[in-house]
């Protein structure tokens, strides 16, 4: 099992990225899969999470109505599009699947499979 962001850059503010969450080994469909990102200095949060299920995503509220999560079952991607978006944003994102017993889906230690990140940097 393996995951691979890809995407990030520097975008002004307001701009939009589109990142991008390969997945060898498993499929969209097997497992729930979260996007979780990391500022300097500050512990890793949870952004969104889409369920294997039904494809129903949830997302943190600093990024509702800006960031939206979905899977792509032909290239066996998960893909995070985000718009307007804001310095505060500035993060290495990481893609995270198959959820542990016992946590949030926003607790990073309860996620099992995790890819390296890609940088994502908000400046003007």
């Known amino acids: 099992v393996q995951l691979q962001a890809s995407g990030g850059g520097l975008v002004q503010p307001e701009g939009s990225l589109r990142l991008s969450c390969a997945l060898s080994?498993?499929?969209?469909?097997?497992?729930?899969i979260a996007w979780f990102r990391q500022a300097p200095g500050k512990e890793r949060e949870g952004v969104s999470c889409?369920?294997?299920?039904?494809?129903?995503?949830w997302y943190v509220d600093s990024v509702k109505g800006r960031f939206t999560m979905s899977g792509n079952n032909i290239k066996n991607t998960v893909d995070l599009l985000m718009n307007s978006l804001k310095p505060e944003d500035t993060a290495v994102y990481f893609c995270a699947a198959e959820r542990l017993g016992g946590t949030k889906w926003t607790d990073p230690k309860g996620w099992h499979y995790w890819g390296k990140g890609t940088l994502v940097t908000v400046s003007s």
């Open positions: 080994g498993f499929t969209v469909d097997s497992y729930a």
């Open positions: 889409m369920s294997n299920n039904d494809g129903r995503t």
